[in-house]
């Protein structure tokens, strides 16, 4: 039995790992002798998570619990991409938490109704801020997925259930983890606070129940009676009656009213028919209602234990929960939809819509940083891609989204339509700009000429149109097709107009005259999806049945657009369904491809090879979109979803290697404004771009990604430590006298007081120095690499040294005259500084040689480079003014030309405002 449950259910709840790792914490166990329960091999092995090779989900997501806040203003859903907050009387979406590839599987609101508890996939807690959506903690101890949270009574406390088979204690204001209770010999999938929050109660798949004593973790009893798995527990409102549902087809009610509860059976309520996943007591505690995943909802009057109503909800009830005044229900379905009903009649109150409706269309902004989506439902959505979270939804179509197309600026976004119009938004606003009317029949695709003027348009009603976009201007009819035009795309110099059409063929046309230039045949079905290569040498084609049967060769043709032979090039097949979309990689070396057989395909533009298949979607894959750095595609899919895929990996992809990408954290931006953080960031990406252009990289792509991070991507790079120290030293130069020098990297060496402080050289020598810098980098206004070559041939003094026989301190190093520095130029005030800092230090005394100079260190980003010895041609060259020391210090070393060269730009282009951390690196 519990095998056909569990193919029924699958879908509908997330299944914990057994896992056998000590937890930390306090261990506290109970029972140690009860029998390991064998699941099932199916269950044993599930983690749900994202696919293989996927990144982020986006879109609505599958429903997984409803949870009211304790005032009743407003209603959590946790679903498949994160916690939607909605007001709990209209029920007008506020804000979805962490969407970004989140499976939440519980949420609980604080008593005080401040804070959202929210649990995922990934073995965390989240615990979120109402009011304003900020994540303000995140709580990890667990090691496998975590089923169930519970706010104590008092709201100090979290109780957590997991697959991991414990229940952690957690302290909310400090996120520390306070205990670690053992004993259940399966996931712990259901625990709930008694009223007064001196006992816990646990639920779980060893079909037993838990009563523990919060305050010292010690396990009152076990309450036994169900067949098979526990899966959802709940206090009546005075304590005294426990509910519990299972996958046993019943509901218990248990008595724990005594102090030292004896868990006494009260009754057994057994008319489900089907697996309870969720029970809940209403406010006055008089009535019990349950979410049958097969049937209905059950109330149950809990006195007598008879059934009072059952209301049929049309699919699996994964979740129920009273509104706090006891008038209103929220049920959650497995179909995706939130109901609301009268509590007292079961009446139909309210249907809430908008979960995984079909995904039509996507589209990547020019810079990457946003993706737009069309859907089924009528709405574009506009997603931040960094941060994964919903930034627009735009509204105004009376009928299904069918294309979506950002201009080459980014500025603004086009939208086709089932009710035959084009809209064209404001992608910062999300305001309509204008609506584009003119086709009798649905619009199934848009495109925008590269140059950002003109805009395509194929109809249901076989013909093209061509809009000026700044006027919204019909400029162009063209016609010729002999069925519907599926869709559109211009050639990168946006002279030809691809269009392909259920008559199966793709015709060329001239963007100008509109005069019909060829037409391509060979499909054996509707032509669905066309796609130019950037280079527009070549030209891609995917068709297949628009019926679910999906008739046709599903296969993807490449015509060669360079040699005027309008014959395919190369026939890709391997597809078992239509083919929706194609999208070039913007190298053009890649096309990726979707299919109704839910796949998406990479394939080998050069010798048509299939690179990889992606899997995850559920449903047919209906578009694909590269990121216009070829990392990321974009996928969406009639399941509901966006799935981000990851294509630059090159182990999983045999793509070829072409550089190294980057994404930096800049560090200690949290506490900033809006304002202030975007400032910073906005310098960084200025920084960065200043320094990659004068390292003669002026490719690289950077650009920031969110709120707290940058994308670097370097093509061609093959030194990824030179790009890295490049890009990742704040490059904050500083000045500081040395105290003592140690003689090798095991000298010990402690400040004598706090205004000293140990640095160390890059051969690991330690050096005491003042903390205190006497100078820093900011008035630099050049840094330059030099050969001591050409400063004996110039005769420059660099710190009073010539040569090794001018000045015996010379390192060893510098005795070659191909030896490099970096002989470093300051402005007015920065060396009106330096002569400051000279007057303040010692010179050496030729004539007395144990009386040295001072030593000043060169320090980069806390690392002494060079440790300078003051002469006294020096200070007396400082004595003359500060043009004599302007272009008189240096950074010595055992450099290489490349190292030498990074060390001088990035002292050139100035130190970034913050440090920043690689956070992630790969081949791309």
């Not at 209603?75 to 991409?81: E, F, K, M, P, R």
């Not at 589209?363 to 009528?378: I, T, V």
């Not at 299939?610 to 209906?622: D, E, K, P, Q, Y």
């Not at 990742?728 to 105290?739: E, Y």
């Amino acid at each position: 039995m519990k095998r056909a449950l569990l193919a029924i259910g699958y879908g509908l709840i997330l299944l914990g790992l057994i896992a056998c790792t000590q937890q930390d914490g306090i261990s506290l166990h109970g029972e140690v002798n009860q029998p390991e329960i064998s699941l099932p091999d199916e269950i044993e092995q599930a983690e749900i998570s994202l696919p293989d090779g996927a990144t982020a989900k986006l879109g609505a997501g599958g429903i997984k619990e409803v949870a009211y806040s304790p005032r009743g203003e407003y209603l959590a859903v946790a679903t498949s991409i994160g916690v939607e907050l909605r007001q709990g009387d209209t029920y007008e979406l506020v804000r979805t938490l962490g969407a970004y590839a989140s499976i939440v599987n519980s949420v609980a609101f604080s008593p005080d109704g401040e804070m959202i508890a929210s649990t995922s996939n990934g073995h965390t807690i989240n615990l979120w801020s109402v009011e304003t959506g900020d994540l303000m903690r995140t709580l990890t101890g667990h090691t496998s997925f975590i089923d169930s949270v519970a706010f104590s009574p008092d709201g100090t406390t979290l109780a957590s259930g997991s697959g991991d088979k414990t229940i952690k204690l957690w302290d909310v204001a400090t996120g520390d983890l306070v205990r670690t209770l053992t004993g259940h010999t399966s996931s712990v999938r259901s625990v709930a606070f008694s009223p007064d929050g001196i006992t816990l109660a646990s639920g779980s798949w060893d079909e037993t129940i838990k009563l523990w004593d919060v305050p010292t973790g010690r396990l009152m009893t076990t309450l036994r009676g169900h067949t098979s798995w526990v899966q959802c527990i709940a206090f009546s409102p005075d304590g005294k009656t426990l509910a519990s549902g299972s996958w046993d087809e019943t509901i218990k009610l248990w008595d724990v009213a005594t102090a030292s509860p004896s868990g006494e059976l009260i009754r057994t309520l057994s008319d489900q028919m089907g697996v309870v996943y969720s029970v809940a007591f209403s406010p006055d505690g008089t009535t019990l209602v349950s979410a049958v995943g097969e049937s209905a909802i059950k109330l149950w009057d809990v006195e007598t234990g008879e059934l009072d109503r059952a209301i049929t909800a049309n699919g699996f009830i994964v979740s129920v929960a009273f509104s706090p005044d006891g008038t209103t229900l929220a049920s959650g379905a497995e179909e995706d939809v939130i109901k609301l009903w009268d509590a007292e009649t079961g009446e139909l109150q309210r249907t809430i819509t908008g979960y995984t409706s079909q995904i039509t269309s996507v589209a990547f902004s020019p810079d990457g940083a946003m993706l737009a989506s069309g859907s089924e439902d009528k709405t574009i959505k506009l997603w931040d891609v960094g941060i994964g979270e919903l930034v627009h939804t735009l509204t105004g179509h009376t009928s299904r989204i069918t294309s979506v197309a950002f201009s080459p600026d980014g500025a603004m976004l086009a939208s086709g339509s089932g009710d035959k119009t084009i809209k064209l938004w404001d992608v910062a606003t999300g305001d309509l700009v204008r609506t584009l009317t003119g086709h009798r029949e649905a619009v199934r695709s848009v495109a925008f000429s590269p140059d950002g003027i003109t805009l395509a348009s194929g109809s249901s009603f076989d013909t093209i149109k061509l809009w000026d976009v700044k006027t919204g201007e019909l400029l162009n009819t063209l016609s010729g097709h002999g069925d519907d035009v599926i869709c559109v795309a211009f050639s990168p110099d946006g002279a030809m107009l691809a269009s392909g059409s259920g008559d199966k063929t793709i015709k060329l046309w001239d963007v100008e005259t509109g005069e019909l230039l060829n037409t391509l045949s060979g499909h054996g079905d509707d032509v669905i999806c066309v796609a130019f290569s950037l280079d527009g040498a070549m030209l891609a084609s995917g068709y297949g049945a628009m019926l679910a049967s999906g008739s046709g060769d599903k296969t993807i043709k490449l015509w060669d657009m360079s040699t005027g032979s309008f014959f395919p090039m190369t026939i890709l097949s391997g597809h078992t369904d239509w083919i929706s979309s194609v999208a070039f990689s913007p190298d053009g070396m890649i096309l990726a491809s979707g299919s109704g057989d839910k796949t998406i395909k990479l394939w080998d533009v050069a010798t048509g090879d299939l690179v990889r298949t992606l899997t995850g979607h559920t449903s047919s894959v209906r578009s694909v979109a590269f990121s216009p750095d070829g990392i990321t595609l974009a996928s969406g899919s009639m399941d509901g979803t966006i799935l981000l895929w990851d294509v630059s990996d090159e182990e999983s992809t045999s793509l070829p290697k072409r550089g190294i990408r980057l994404v930096l954290e800049a560090q200690g931006v949290e506490e900033m404004t809006v304002k202030q953080r975007d400032d910073t960031l906005n310098r960084v990406v200025a920084i960065l771009r200043n320094r990659v252009d004068q390292y003669g990289m002026a490719n690289a792509e950077i650009k920031r990604m969110g709120t707290d991070r940058v994308l670097v991507n370097f093509p061609g790079t093959k030194d990824p430590t030179q790009v890295r120290m490049l890009i990742g030293q704040t490059a904050m130069l500083q000045f500081h006298k040395v105290i003592e020098e140690g003689t090798s990297s095991n000298s010990d060496l402690l400040p004598s007081s706090s205004a000293q402080e140990v640095l160390y050289n890059r051969d690991g020598i330690p050096y005491i120095v003042d903390t205190e810098p006497l100078l820093t980098g900011a008035a630099l206004t050049d840094a330059l690499v030099r050969t001591f070559q050409s400063m004996q041939n110039t005769g420059s003094v660099y710190n009073g040294i010539k040569s090794r026989e001018d000045n015996p301190d010379t390192p060893q190093s510098m005795e070659n005259a191909d030896s490099l520095y970096i002989a470093m130029t300051f402005n007015q005030e920065g060396a009106q500084q330096f002569v400051e800092t000279l007057r303040k230090l010692k010179g050496d005394n030729p004539d007395t040689p144990q009386n040295e100079g001072d030593l000043l260190a060169v320090v980069l980003d806390n690392v002494i480079y060079s440790a300078l010895r003051i002469t006294q041609s020096i200070k007396d060259a400082a004595a003359k003014g500060w043009r004599n020391v302007q272009s008189t210090t240096a950074i010595s070393g055992k450099f290489t030309k490349e190292e030498a060269t990074r060390i001088a730009i990035v002292l050139r282009t100035g130190a970034l405002p913050v440090a920043v951390k690689v956070v992630e690196e790969k081949w791309n």
